[in-house]
């Protein structure tokens, strides 16, 4: 349980991020139903989705390939049987975090006894999938049982929601950014391969980091609507430091 606790505790670090979008989309998603209608809605659940790949899926691969080095430096040497279920739990999140741009879908629709039965009803699968894998996997069997949770979760939300609204995603951010996020893992799990050691993961990340940056540049994945966004957002202070990366990392440049 100690060694599942910590590697609970490192995915946590990274459930946060797409949690952290998650908190305002809720009252966005409120504000467009109540003003713009259903239209206005749908597109910003596409524009959520976008966001929450191109940023929490490298994350979630990068964890997933540093999970020795990140177990071991903060938490030691003993707890490094955690590095299989961290890496379940890292996998499974980064092909499921579509659902945080669903997340209060639900009650902003009204269906808010739908979405506890739906509740409900991942509460039991978690709970029958823990009675078969926990005995023979241990560990990883309650990685795998959280891991089935999520897939569930998005699954049954998604059923719940294609009834009630148009659901559409960003396909194109989501297979970039997987591509690019699997070749960032592997490049950065063959560079330990190489030249270990838990002191190094600094190194193992910025590594990562750039090739994730190269990668989003060969296929084209950061459009000038994203630079122009991230420039709105940082303000007129802090937006003249972003430019020469997004010279970089856009493919076409923005229209003046």
Do not use: H
Not at 15 to 29: D, E, G, R, S
Not at 152 to 160: H, K, S
């Amino acid at each position: 349980m100690g060694i599942y606790n910590a590697a609970m505790t490192a995915f946590g670090v990274l459930n946060n991020v797409p949690n952290a979008i998650a908190t305002p989309l809720f009252p966005t998603y409120s504000a467009i139903q109540g003003k713009n209608g259903a239209t206005a809605l749908q597109d910003s659940i596409k524009i959520a989705s976008r966001y929450v790949c191109l940023i929490a899926v490298p994350l979630s691969f990068g964890l997933a390939a540093t999970a020795k080095p990140a177990l071991t430096l903060f938490v030691g040497e003993a707890y490094v049987e955690g590095v299989t279920p961290l890496l379940i739990l890292s996998i499974f999140f980064a092909l499921t975090l579509t659902s945080t741009a669903l997340s209060g879908l639900l009650v902003v629709l009204g269906e808010t006894m739908l979405s506890l039965k739906l509740t409900a009803l991942n509460a039991v699968i978690g709970i029958g999938s823990a009675q078969l894998l926990l005995p023979s996997l241990g560990t990883t069997g309650a990685s795998l049982t959280r891991g089935i949770v999520m897939a569930t979760a998005l699954l049954t939300t998604i059923m719940a929601l294609r009834n009630k609204i148009k659901l559409s995603f960003d396909l194109e951010a989501f297979w970039k950014s997987l591509l690019a996020s699997t070749v960032m893992a592997l490049a950065v799990y063959d560079i330990q391969a190489l030249y270990y050691s838990k002191f190094y993961l600094p190194f193992y990340v910025i590594i990562g980091g750039v090739i994730y940056l190269v990668m989003l540049r060969l296929t084209d994945a950061i459009k000038p609507a994203d630079a122009q966004l991230l420039e709105e957002y940082l303000g007129q202070r802090l937006a003249p430091l972003i430019r020469p990366f997004e010279r970089l990392l856009v493919g076409s440049r923005r229209e003046k």
